[in-house]
């Protein structure tokens, strides 16, 4: 089993940046591709971005192409999600989710196998 804890979340304005952190519990981390999701309220869970297992395939969701980042340390156990050029639309709480049956990359919620407890973004106009 894996425990995922985000952190980094916080209140920006318009045009600033963020950097989440989501550190995973265990040691076979490198087992599964990761992803980041957000929540707005009302709103279903979105995919944002996601990394494969060794880091070298990422894939973005078209509202943050070009401005958000994911990266992964498997040494340090730890998903990271840079964002820049933040808009007011990116509120949201946002989750980590780990996949072990993921081959590559994945979009979809119910193939990811644990979640964190999600870090609030705020951006304020």
């Known amino acids: 089993q894996v425990q995922l804890v985000e952190s980094g979340g916080g209140l920006v304005q318009a045009g600033g940046s963020l950097s989440l952190a989501c550190a995973a519990s265990?040691?076979?981390?490198?087992?599964?591709?990761m992803g980041w999701f957000r929540q707005a309220p009302g709103k279903e869970r979105e995919f944002v971005a996601g990394?494969?297992?060794?880091?070298?395939?990422?894939y973005y969701a078209d509202s943050v192409k070009g401005r958000f980042t994911i990266s992964r340390d498997n040494a340090k156990n730890t998903v990271y999600l840079q964002m820049n050029s933040l808009k007011p639309e990116d509120t949201a709480v946002y989750y980590c989710?780990?996949?072990?049956?993921?081959?590559?990359?994945?979009?979809?919620?119910?193939?990811?196998?644990?979640w964190g407890q999600g870090t609030q973004v705020t951006v304020s106009s």
């Open positions: 989710a780990a996949g072990q049956r993921i081959r590559g990359i994945a979009t979809t919620v119910p193939i990811y196998d644990y």
């Open positions: 265990g040691r076979t981390f490198s087992r599964y591709a």
């Open positions: 990394i494969s297992r060794t880091g070298d395939s990422t």
